[in-house]
T-cell receptor, first 114, second 115 residues
Framework: DAKTTQPPSMDCAEGRAANLPCNHS???????VYWYRQIHSQGPQYIIH???NNETNEMASLIITEDRKSSTLILPHATLRDTAVYYC???????????????FGTGTRLTIIP | DGGITQSPKYLFRKEGQNVTLSCEQN?????MYWYRQDPGQGLRLIYY???????QKGDIAEGYSVSREKKESFPLTVTSAQKNPTAFYLC??????????????FGAGSRLTVL
């Protein structure tokens, strides 16, 4: 799996867009970018994933650069409930013949400021 | 609603005692996982199971055991051989196939404290 680099912490004002960066310069052509978040003392929650096109769902938008070496998760109108640790993961889809180890690093601790 | 149920949410154990953490899912997912999380750390994989009656060790399996007798259930036993068992334990499951196969659904976690 490609290694990812995320800032350890970020602050964002409530109501503003939160932009969380992730560097994955060693990403290979068949690896997807996945984002999860973990609110304190809860299990991680899937947010969004993509391969090379920008993606949007009800929770967030994912912008992947053309060279795929970095991506940005955008929470368009951050609320206090978005305070959490955000994990960026890059890997090929898990198969039934191995490569099961989906690795979660230490992520970015996002704090939404009232 | 479909999901993963972990129990108990909080558990206290004396040193030398085995304890079993329950994980049940009604999502009809084939694969299930156990992760351990220590304060300020990421998640580390303990065991995983891709199908009933089969499971594999993850990165930190020593001192733990699992079983997978039913598709919906994947209990984790923390044995007395686990030297530092105090941690937050997370169970997860996933669908099979496609890019969505990396989308894990997690339970709410079980916090184990050894006294």
């Amino acid at each position: 799996d490609a290694k990812t680099t995320q800032p350890p912490s970020m602050d964002c004002a409530e109501g503003r867009a939160a932009n969380l960066p992730c560097n994955h310069s060693t990403i290979s052509g068949n690896e997807y970018v996945y984002w999860y978040r973990q609110i304190h003392s809860q299990g991680p929650q899937y947010i969004i994933h993509g391969l090379k096109n920008n993606e949007t769902n009800e929770m967030a938008s994912l912008i992947i650069t053309e060279d795929r070496k970095s991506s940005t998760l955008i929470l368009p109108h951050a609320t206090l409930r978005d305070t959490a640790v955000y994990y960026c993961i890059v890997r090929v889809p898990i198969s039934n013949f191995g490569n099961e180890k989906l690795t979660f690093g230490t992520g970015t601790r996002l704090t939404i400021i009232p | 609603d479909g999901g993963i149920t972990q129990s108990p949410k909080y558990l206290f154990r004396k040193e030398g005692q085995n304890v079993t953490l329950s994980c049940e899912q009604n999502l009809n997912h084939d694969a299930m996982y156990w992760y351990r999380q220590d304060p300020g750390q990421g998640l580390r994989l303990i065991y995983y199971s891709q199908i009933v009656n089969d499971f594999q060790k993850g990165d930190i399996a020593e001192g733990y055991s699992v079983s997978r007798e039913k598709k919906e259930s994947f209990p984790l036993t923390v044995t007395s051989a686990q030297k530092n068992p105090t941690a937050f334990y997370l169970c997860a499951s996933r669908i099979t196939g496609g890019s969505g196969a990396n989308v894990l659904t997690f339970g709410a976690g079980s916090r184990l404290t050894v006294l």
